[in-house]
Nanobody, 119 residues
Framework: QVQLVESGGGLVQPGRSLRLSCAAS????????MGWYRQAPGKQRELVAT???????KYADSVKGRFTISRDNAKNTVSLQMDSLKPEDTAIYYC?????????????WGQGTQVTVSS
């Protein structure tokens, strides 16, 4: 069993920054591809960013240049630095973990943390 716990969400004004963190209980954390997804009200859950075990990153076009995903394998954590936040970034952000090559139905998810960008 893998448990993921997000933290760092909150209310922030447009243009400000926020840093989300995800603590994982995975025994072999370094094996997992980690990611951040988000779901806004009335919308589908979407990929925000992922980082492979080797450190390769991918970003949604909507956040590229503003968000940065990183991981610390020694601490079993993954972070999402969010800069220049926009109201459209408002969503519940979920931490995700999966082992490459496995069925996506086996993905692990955190409970989510709310990010609200508003004046």
């Amino acid at each position: 069993q893998v448990q993921l716990v997000e933290s760092g969400g909150g209310l922030v004004q447009p243009g400000r920054s926020l840093r989300l963190s995800c603590a994982a209980s995975a025994t072999f954390f370094s094996i997992y591809t980690m990611g951040w997804y988000r779901q806004a009200p009335g919308k589908q859950r979407e990929l925000v960013a992922t980082i492979s075990s080797g450190g390769a990153t991918k970003y949604a076009d909507s956040v590229k240049g503003r968000f940065t995903i990183s991981r610390d394998n020694a601490k079993n954590t993954v972070s999402l630095q969010m800069d220049s936040l926009k109201p459209e970034d408002t969503a519940i952000y979920y931490c995700n973990a999966n082992i490459p090559g496995t069925d996506r139905s086996n993905d692990y998810w955190g409970q989510g943390t709310q990010v609200t960008v508003s004046s």
